[in-house]
């Protein structure tokens, strides 16, 4: 079956970097969907990056656009999340997930396959 597992989450200073490993298995991912997500206490899931397997423009929202880079590593069944200018309030449980798609979408609801989390803590 799918498995997405994420690595890289830790505690860093504001203004600070972080990049987020997710390592892909079980399928061939061709026609899917890749994401990131983040989830803080007391807070919806919500989306802050996609990209289609295949390549293509990404999805960033807002809250993350300019200093948010997703990609992937094809021959490596990876997707990563380069985080930089990291602020106290991207502090959040961060999930790597899956959807067989042709297009970017970003309800959570949405995905089929999710990762176990990986906590990011961003101090001042």
């Known amino acids: 079956q799918v498995q997405l597992v994420e690595s890289g989450g830790g505690l860093v200073q504001a203004g600070g970097s972080l990049r987020l490993s997710c390592a892909a298995s079980?399928?061939?991912?061709?026609?899917?969907?890749m994401a990131w997500f983040r989830q803080a206490p007391g807070k919806e899931r919500d989306i802050v990056a996609a990209i289609k397997w295949s390549g293509g423009i990404p999805f960033y929202p807002d809250s993350v656009k300019g200093r948010f880079t997703i990609s992937r590593d094809t021959a490596k069944n990876t997707v990563y999340l380069q985080m930089n200018s990291l602020k106290p309030e991207d502090t959040a449980v961060y999930y790597c997930?899956?959807?067989?798609?042709?297009?970017?979408?970003?309800?959570?609801?949405?995905?089929?396959?999710w990762g176990q989390g990986t906590q990011v803590t961003v101090s001042s």
């Open positions: 997930a899956a959807r067989p798609s042709p297009v970017i979408t970003t309800p959570s609801i949405l995905y089929d396959y």
């Open positions: 079980g399928r061939t991912f061709s026609n899917y969907v």
